[in-house]
């Protein structure tokens, strides 16, 4: 079992549903967006880290960048960091991608 510095404990997957309903169709609506349209990486990803604890565990934030380098490095921030990575959407220019808190 890997090492996790911090014990935190999370809601079930039922309660983020219940407090934060989803549809089918589209993904969740972003609480906090983090504009980081102009910028190479890493800047969206160190916005992001700075901007998280704005949404409580189990919402959404969305971070709009237009560098190719977000589309993988957001998600590996998003594994590296224990969040879950919810979606990537085109927004001309670039794209939104959503993710969630959680802890």
Known sequence: MPYCPRRVKIGTQDDYSRRFPVSENQPPT?????????????IPIIWL???????????VIAVTADDPAASPDIPAWC???MHEFVAEVPAYPGSAFHI????
């Open 100 to 103: 969630r808190r959680m802890y």
């Open 79 to 81: 594994r590296m960091k």
């Open 30 to 42: 972003a609480l906090v967006t983090v504009e980081a349209r102009g910028h190479k990486c890493p």
């Open 49 to 59: 880290a700075r901007r998280i604890h704005e949404v409580p565990i189990g919402a």
